[in-house]
């Protein structure tokens, strides 16, 4: 394996991924490699996760799948495995996608519009199957309802929110950012409104402020609701 690469992730838990162009693959393949630049697993994969808690997600590439169909990307095609840092497979069952993990569970989608809660073995561990959910930050999960509004349950499959909303963010920082008759405001982990006021528009949170919009003028809070510049 060489040092130098056309791409590199960041390292976690240890380990990286790393891109090297390959004229047989059209997105070339990503190597796993320790912090010494030593290749852990022979072979690549067509796009990877990064591991959290010795598991990642990976997308076999062509060459690796029994089936003849089309090529890059694999999207409608479940071509996605769990594997741990040896390469060894640890799930029977391919997805078509399969979020990071967040603790032991990730989401993973089986066929096209269906998702489900995973663990590190692959098998599902949610009770219901789902449309478009969101990711999974501060043990909060964004999910679709079949009324076409949006709300949030954690990773036990409870419903939190109060009100359907019409917009929602995925959480940040401890706060859900959401959008209802017009109005955008902030949330905590138990569907409570936080701030005493609602806004015309609103961002999540990052780096510990959020940008709002209201009566056309914008400006940033912090987390007590307070106008930081």
């Given at each position: 394996?060489?040092y130098?690469?056309?791409?590199?992730?960041?390292?976690?838990?240890s380990?990286?991924?790393v891109?090297?162009?390959?004229?047989?693959?059209?997105?070339?393949l990503f190597?796993l490699?320790?912090?010494?630049?030593?290749?852990?697993?022979?072979?690549?994969?067509?796009?990877?996760?990064?591991?959290?808690?010795?598991?990642?997600?990976v997308?076999?590439?062509?060459?690796?799948?029994?089936?003849?169909?089309g090529s890059?990307?694999?999207?409608?095609y479940?071509?996605?495995?769990?594997?741990?840092?040896?390469?060894n497979i640890?799930?029977?069952?391919?997805?078509?996608?399969?979020?990071?993990?967040?603790?032991?569970?990730?989401?993973?989608?089986?066929?096209?519009?269906?998702?489900?809660?995973?663990?590190?073995?692959g098998?599902?561990?949610?009770?219901?199957?789902y449309d478009?959910?969101?990711?999974?930050?501060?043990?909060i999960?964004?999910?679709?309802?079949?009324n076409?509004?949006?709300s949030?349950?954690?990773?036990?499959?409870?419903?939190?929110?109060?009100?359907?909303?019409?917009?929602?963010?995925?959480?940040?920082?401890?706060l859900?950012?959401?959008?209802?008759?017009?109005?955008a405001?902030?949330?905590?982990?138990?569907?409570?409104?936080?701030?005493?006021?609602?806004?015309?528009?609103a961002?999540?949170?990052?780096?510990?402020?959020?940008?709002?919009?209201?009566?056309?003028?914008?400006?940033?809070?912090?987390?007590?609701?307070e106008?930081?510049?």
């Amino acid at each position: 394996m060489p040092y130098w690469f056309d791409y590199a992730c960041s390292f976690s838990d240890s380990v990286a991924w790393v891109l090297v162009n390959n004229k047989s693959f059209q997105r070339g393949l990503f190597y796993l490699i320790d912090k010494n630049g030593n290749q852990l697993i022979p072979h690549g994969f067509g796009s990877v996760n990064s591991f959290v808690s010795e598991v990642a997600a990976v997308e076999l590439p062509k060459s690796y799948l029994n089936s003849e169909t089309g090529s890059f990307p694999f999207r409608y095609y479940p071509s996605e495995i769990l594997i741990d840092k040896q390469g060894n497979i640890l799930t029977k069952q391919k997805f078509l996608y399969v979020t990071e993990f967040v603790g032991d569970i990730a989401i993973a989608s089986f066929e096209k519009g269906k998702q489900i809660f995973i663990n590190k073995k692959g098998n599902q561990v949610s009770k219901n199957t789902y449309d478009g959910l969101g990711y999974i930050r501060d043990g909060i999960c964004r999910v679709s309802l079949d009324n076409g509004k949006f709300s949030y349950m954690d990773i036990k499959e409870n419903i939190i929110s109060t009100i359907d909303y019409d917009f929602a963010n995925n959480f940040s920082e401890g706060l859900g950012c959401d959008e209802s008759n017009g109005k955008a405001f902030f949330i905590d982990c138990n569907g409570k409104e936080v701030f005493s006021e609602a806004f015309d528009e609103a961002c999540p949170f990052n780096e510990g402020v959020a940008k709002v919009e209201k009566n056309g003028k914008a400006f940033f809070i912090d987390h007590n609701g307070e106008k930081v510049f």
